[in-house]
T-cell receptor, first 111, second 117 residues
Framework: ELKVEQNPLFLSMQEGKNYTIYCNYSTTSDRLYWYRQDPGKSLESLFVLLSNGAVKQEGRLMASLDTKARLSTLHITAAVHDLSATYFC???????????FGTGTLLAVQP | DGGITQSPKYLFRKEGQNVTLSCEQNLNHDAMYWYRQDPGQGLRLIYYSQIVNDFQKGDIAEGYSVSREKKESFPLTVTSAQKNPTAFYLCASWPLAGAPANTGELFFGEGSRLTVL
């Protein structure tokens, strides 16, 4: 059974600092997704990572995928308050066509 | 514009009542999903459907029912058997088939917030 773990669960950062959110998963998969959720809102797609070594960047966020280590990272560079949200990774379950979500990381960027 | 429409956005239910949440998509996607989210928690899969007239249970299907009579529609009924139905419910769809560039990205609706009084 595919399990997805994120850490940390909660991250308080100062503006201007860098940090990384980690997403580990338990079985082989070649697709991983990152989503952002603002309080009371739905999920917004950030990145789609489709192969080993894939790296995507958008603004201050950069995501990477290592399928051999079953690990994805979401790196935040020079955080700003607007990045405060909950970030989820989700792993494709293959033949089941299910997307299994991690527990989420609540990011709070302090001025 | 193409997208997923969930209704209602807010719903209050008395204990013992069944309620149905609507989910409609005009993206021509094959697969549709229902997730439940509790405060401060991740998303848990309730039911999913890959083709019309077929659906599978997810991880927390007890107390819920679905139907998939049309490709565009995947309503979720929260029955009185669901002991703790207060939650945020998210519907999503996924283009299973498609061009090689299809990333299989899951698209979400805006969600329905159900509160049991």
């Amino acid at each position: 059974e595919l399990k997805v773990e994120q850490n940390p669960l909660f991250l308080s950062m100062q503006e201007g600092k860098n940090y990384t959110i980690y997403c580990n998963y338990s079985t082989t998969s070649d697709r991983l997704y990152w989503y952002r959720q603002d309080p009371g809102k739905s999920l917004e797609s950030l990145f789609v990572l489709l192969s080993n070594g894939a790296v995507k960047q958008e603004g201050r966020l950069m995501a990477s995928l290592d399928t051999k280590a079953r690990l994805s990272t979401l790196h935040i560079t020079a955080a700003v308050h607007d990045l405060s949200a909950t970030y989820f990774c989700a792993v494709y379950g293959g033949a089941t066509n299910k997307l299994i979500f991690g527990t989420g990381t609540l990011l709070a960027v302090q001025p | 514009d193409g997208g997923i429409t969930q209704s209602p956005k807010y719903l209050f239910r008395k204990e013992g009542q069944n309620v149905t949440l609507s989910c409609e998509q005009n993206l021509n996607h094959d697969a549709m999903y229902w997730y439940r989210q509790d405060p401060g928690q991740g998303l848990r899969l309730i039911y999913y459907s890959q083709i019309v007239n077929d659906f599978q249970k997810g991880d927390i299907a007890e107390g819920y029912s679905v139907s998939r009579e049309k490709k565009e529609s995947f309503p979720l009924t929260v029955t009185s058997a669901q002991k703790n139905p207060t939650a945020f419910y998210l519907c999503a769809s996924w283009p299973l088939a498609g061009a090689p560039a299809n990333t299989g990205e899951l698209f979400f609706g805006e969600g329905s917030r159900l509160t049991v009084l």
